[in-house]
């Protein structure tokens, strides 16, 4: 089964710094671009990071560059966001997302995670 | 960074067909995706390339787009269809997505 299980979230002061995980199974990690994307209490989502492949590259909404590091271990199966200098407006439900552009469905996110709460405050 | 707008809401009865809008410049380059989000759990992709349908999503969703207006239509609505859905695009150049800001559709 293709599956996406995201960890590490919980409650961080402002300033604080927070690393999230996500363990990927049921497909070749390796092959494929990874994303963040959060999603604030009771409002939509937003796309926050993509790494491609090899984690050469790197994209960031916004609101998070330079404070978010999205990163890979294709060996241990698992992508990362390290969360630094965290705000306020940061708290919501982080997903990590499959691209599936190798899957044949283009720039959709084909499939999700969980999603796991990070909540700034004080 | 470009914008995707969206009703807020549509309601229908079961049976009924349910149109969900979702406008943006970039809609007339790029293709549509529209994701169903239950309550309390993670979005699932429902259409993709504007017009095509995920192996498992049933028939009754269907996509399409004209300018920069694409439309989700779910034909014979039914209880389980009660969700936020999304539109997502995405600038490859820019390396930016987007989504829509959500509609939440009811089954009265």
């Known amino acids: 089964e293709v599956q996406l299980v995201e960890s590490g979230g919980g409650l961080v002061q402002p300033g604080g710094s927070l690393r999230l995980s996500c363990e990927a199974s049921?497909?070749?990690?390796?092959?494929?671009?990874m994303s963040w994307v959060r999603q604030a209490p009771g409002k939509g989502l937003e796309w926050v990071a993509n790494?491609?492949?090899?984690?050469?590259?790197?994209y960031y909404v916004d609101s998070v560059e330079g404070r978010f590091t999205v990163s890979r271990d294709n060996g241990l199966h698992s992508v990362y966001l390290q969360m630094n200098s965290l705000r306020v407006e940061d708290t919501a439900v982080y997903f990590c997302?499959?691209?599936?552009?190798?899957?044949?469905?283009?720039?959709?996110?084909?499939?999700w995670g969980q999603g796991t709460m990070v909540t700034v405050s004080s | 960074s470009y914008e995707l707008t969206q009703p807020s809401s549509v309601s229908v009865s079961p049976g009924q067909t349910a149109r969900i809008t979702c406008s943006g410049d970039?809609?007339?380059?790029?293709?549509a995706y529209w994701y169903q989000q239950r309550a309390g759990r993670a979005p699932v992709l429902v259409i993709y390339?504007?017009?095509e349908r995920p192996s498992g999503i049933p028939e009754r969703f269907s996509g399409s787009g004209s300018g920069t207006t694409v439309t989700l239509t779910i034909s014979g609505v039914q209880a389980e269809d009660e969700a936020a859905y999304y539109c997502?695009?995405?600038?490859?150049?820019?390396?930016?997505?987007?989504f829509g800001g959500g509609t939440k559709l009811t089954v009265l």
């Open positions: 049921g497909f070749t990690l390796s092959s494929f671009w």
């Open positions: 997302a499959r691209w599936g552009y190798n899957s044949g469905y283009g720039d959709a996110f084909d499939i």
């Open positions: 970039a809609l007339s380059k790029q293709y």
């Open positions: 997502q695009s995405a600038d490859t150049t820019d390396n930016y997505w987007a």
């Open positions: 390339k504007d017009t």
């Open positions: 790494i491609n492949q090899g984690g050469s590259e790197k």
